[in-house]
């Protein structure tokens, strides 16, 4: 009998405000819209893949503050149909939260994140022991300061808990963020081999491998994505990796099976925010491997999941039922 999936880690409410352009260094830009909205892995993930499908059953793993914010991220998934009993409240905490900038036209998106309750969701949070279901889906290592922390012997707590989820029977899966310090491989190696799955972009993905991905025009290096794949399968993975693009989304198999589906085509004004859109895709990914679907599918999925993200300015609103995912792509 299937379990469901569990989704651990970023739990956080994001602030987005619609501008027309992103301002120069000391410049001035109007904001034209904002709204309030959740964040994170947790929130995004997990209430895509209860959108996708109501009778799913998705536990939340994270930790919160006793704030407004919490009370508020904490009712929609709640509302959305998520199991909460497993989120931590820290009473004396601020939730998580960032200010997203969000370029209207484009979609494009900037973060100014406050880390908050995130930075103490650790190992003791995840009741290992009743922890009950076929998948167990983290994210974002370089955003979850316990777990991102460098112990002497090299290894991480992220990869003890992912090493003890798997003694379990239990699949693994890791989602990360981009992050400019550096520490990419120095952080996520170690949790590699303990992951049944890795879903990221390729920037992502070439920052834990060393590989480029992109040249100096920004052009897709698609051997170059190839390579970044292949690398993090050599650094342990046990199954596949999964790289998401805007040009198009990558699966590389542990037995050597690559396949590539080109993204949908969108008219021009369609996307009203891209916020979340990584977290979408993820949740296509992840259905997907808990159904069964072949690769091709998964991807074909993916991308479509992403594309109704894309559809409104936050991050959960215009995910659908799966069986309604293309009307989005008749307005």
């Given amino acids: 009998m299937k379990k469901g999936i569990a989704i651990a880690g970023n739990i956080l409410a994001d602030n987005v405000k619609m501008v027309e352009e992103y301002p120069k260094k000391g410049m001035l830009a109007t904001i034209t ?35 407004d914010n919490g009370k508020y991220v904490l009712s929609v998934m709640q509302r959305e149909g998520m199991n909460c009993d497993n989120v931590k409240v820290s009473s004396n905490l601020l939730t998580s939260y960032s200010d997203v900038i969000t370029v209207m036209g484009t979609g494009e998106r900037t973060f100014f ?24 889906h983290i994210g974002y290592l370089m955003l979850l300061d316990y777990f991102d922390t460098v112990l002497e012997d090299g290894s991480t707590p992220m990869a003890k808990l992912l090493k003890r989820v798997r003694e379990k029977g239990i699949k693994t899966s890791i989602d990360v963020v981009s992050e400019s310090s550096g ?59 999964v790289v998401h693009c805007p040009e198009k989304a990558f699966c590389l198999t542990k037995d050597g099976k690559f396949t590539t589906v080109n993204s949908i085509k969108l008219k021009k004004g369609f996307i009203k925010g891209s916020v979340g859109a990584g977290d979408a895709f993820c949740a296509g990914c992840l259905y997907s491997i808990y159904s069964g679907y072949t690769d091709d599918k998964m991807l074909e999925l993916a991308n479509l999941v992403a594309v109704n993200c894309l559809s409104e300015k936050d991050s959960i609103s215009g995910v659908r039922k799966i069986e309604d995912l293309r009307k989005v792509l008749e307005i």
């Fill in 33 to 67: 819209e904002e709204e309030k909205a959740v964040g994170g892995c947790v929130c995004n993930t997990g209430i895509d893949l209860k959108r996708l499908d109501p009778n799913l059953e998705v536990k939340a793993y994270g930790r919160i503050g006793g704030d």
């Fill in 183 to 241: 520490r990419f491989n120095q952080v996520v190696s170690s949790a590699l081999k303990y992951c049944d799955y890795v879903i990221v972009n390729e920037i992502e993905a070439g920052a834990i491998a060393g590989v480029e991905v992109r040249d100096q025009e920004e052009n897709l290096i698609e051997e170059g994505i190839f390579k970044a794949m292949q690398t993090l399968l050599d650094m342990g993975v046990k199954e596949k990796v």
């Fill in 113 to 136: 994140h406050n880390r908050g309750a995130n930075k103490f969701f650790c190992e003791e949070d995840v009741d290992l022991e009743n922890l009950d279901c076929d998948l167990f």
